[in-house]
């Protein structure tokens, strides 16, 4: 099984400044990587697949990079509504994919 | 505009059985691949099963597998998880979820379902 390693657990940020998530995986999982947002009581959205391409309505702030094994996602300005968590996903192993245990943003 | 929503969740002892269903519309249902995700209480989010856009081919994690069966049915445009002999670690919120080009990229979610467990 391929396991998935986010960090940090957890972060405080402020609006306005830049975050950045790490994602590792303990195998090469070549491209297939994607990246989701996660608030409570709502559904989680996908906003980032196969390691960098924007997700259809997703703002330009989130970007993401990363091949192989180690992987990022990058929110450029905070804002108030990216108060959330944020939770990687591989793919290489379809239809047996895996998560990463979520990063929380929090204020 | 795809929507996904999940409807079933309740509160049922240890052993016993479950039926949550997932309203679908927006979208070509017969033709998409979707999962069952779900979240337990302080923990990140798990696949629980999938079904390939023919229903041809299923797969469900081994914490489930056996105990749990995923279904579609085209005709009323619902995905079902049919959930057998329940465990106290089943408890969470259950999600259905709409696979992009079937391969396990999550497009479109729904906002899920409760399931709890306990006696």
């Known amino acids: 099984d391929i396991q998935m390693t986010q960090s940090p657990a957890s972060l405080s940020a402020s609006v306005g400044d830049r975050v950045t998530i790490t994602c590792r995986a303990n195998q090469t999982i070549t491209g297939y990587l994607h990246w989701y947002q996660h608030k409570p009581g709502q559904a989680p959205k996908l906003l980032i697949y196969?390691?960098?391409t924007l997700h259809t309505g997703v703002p330009s702030r989130f970007s993401g990079s990363g091949s192989g094994t180690d992987f990022t996602l990058t929110i450029s300005s905070l804002q108030p509504e990216d108060f959330a968590t944020y939770y990687c996903q591989q793919g290489f192993t379809t239809p047996a994919v895996s998560f990463g245990g979520g990063t929380r943003v929090e204020i | 505009e795809v929507q996904l929503l999940e409807s079933g969740g309740r509160w049922v002892q240890p052993g016993g059985s479950l039926r949550l269903s997932c309203a679908a519309s927006g979208f070509t249902f017969r033709n998409s691949a979707m999962s069952w995700v779900r979240r337990a209480p302080g923990k990140g989010l798990e696949l629980v099963a999938f079904i390939s856009g023919s229903s041809s081919t299923t797969y469900y994690a081994d914490s489930v597998k056996g105990r749990f069966t995923i279904s579609k049915d085209t005709s009323t445009n619902s995905l079902y998880l049919q959930m057998d002999i329940l465990r106290a670690e089943d408890t969470a919120v259950y999600h259905c979820a709409k696979d992009l080009v079937g391969a396990s990229i999550f497009d479109s979610w729904g906002r899920g379902t409760l399931v709890t467990v306990s006696s």
């Open positions: 196969l390691a960098s």
